[in-house]
């Protein structure tokens, strides 16, 4: 079946530091979503990438869609304490509804 | 901002023993959905919901899982014979449309321990 996975598992990184995380889908994705999940919390949407080869900025935050929409990357510059938790990417099922399937995330640490 | 509320927060329960899961979606999103996360491990689809209808269901959505919506605002989970491999915690979502680009609000959870 369908697979998204991400790489690496942990990052720890001094404050200030920067810090990527990687996906990659088995199959072509429609669209792309990124999550944030703090320690003991809940997922929370960043955001969503649609094009090939998109390229979307939050603040210290880099979003970026492959050319072939099969992978995917978000790039933290000089990381901070508040940056700590687990990123998880995710993509459509490819039923057209809107089951998702998760990356087994990235939990990023951050030592001020 | 409308969030997703999810009770309880913690449930414990003894297996083979009945839990039911409650939420409240955002009130004018139409798709609801049920995810697990074993701990330290990824979040993982169960069901999608729409029209009062099962849109979609995984692998894991076996018939010892159901969902509801009794009335205009909850959407309830029930594990009806609880396995020890069951303990998770169990997030409820909700989209605006059931569209693949929809982004997904998710609630707090229900953190599930079967003993």
């Known amino acids: 079946g369908q697979q998204v996975m991400q790489i690496p598992q942990y990052q720890h990184v001094q404050e200030g530091e920067d810090f990527t995380t990687y996906c990659n889908s088995s199959t072509t994705l429609s669209n792309i979503q990124w999550y944030k999940q703090r320690p003991g919390g809940h997922p929370v949407f960043l955001i969503q990438?649609?094009?090939?080869?998109e390229v979307k900025k939050q603040k210290r935050l880099t979003f970026q869609f492959g050319e072939a929409k099969k992978n995917s990357s978000l790039h933290i510059t000089a990381t901070q304490t508040t940056d700590v938790g687990t990123y998880f990417c995710?993509?459509?099922?490819?039923?057209?509804?809107?089951?998702?399937?998760f990356g087994q995330g990235t939990t990023l640490q951050v030592k001020p | 901002e409308p969030e997703v509320t999810q009770t309880p927060s913690h449930q414990v329960t003894q297996m083979g023993q009945e839990v039911i899961l409650r939420c409240v979606p955002i009130s004018n999103h139409l798709y609801f959905y049920w995810y697990r996360q074993i701990l330290g491990q990824k979040v993982e689809f169960l069901v999608s919901?729409?029209?009062?209808?099962?849109?979609?269901k995984s692998e894991i959505f076996d018939d010892q899982f159901s969902v509801e919506r009794p009335d205009g605002s909850n959407f309830t989970l029930k594990i009806r014979s609880t396995k020890l491999e069951d303990s998770a915690m169990y997030f409820c979502a909700s989209s605006a449309t059931g569209k693949s680009n929809q982004p997904q609000h998710f609630g707090d959870g229900t953190r599930l321990s079967i003993l």
């Open positions: 995710a993509g459509p099922s490819g039923s057209g509804w809107g089951k998702l399937i």
């Open positions: 990438l649609v094009k090939s080869g």
């Open positions: 919901f729409y029209n009062n209808e099962i849109s979609e």
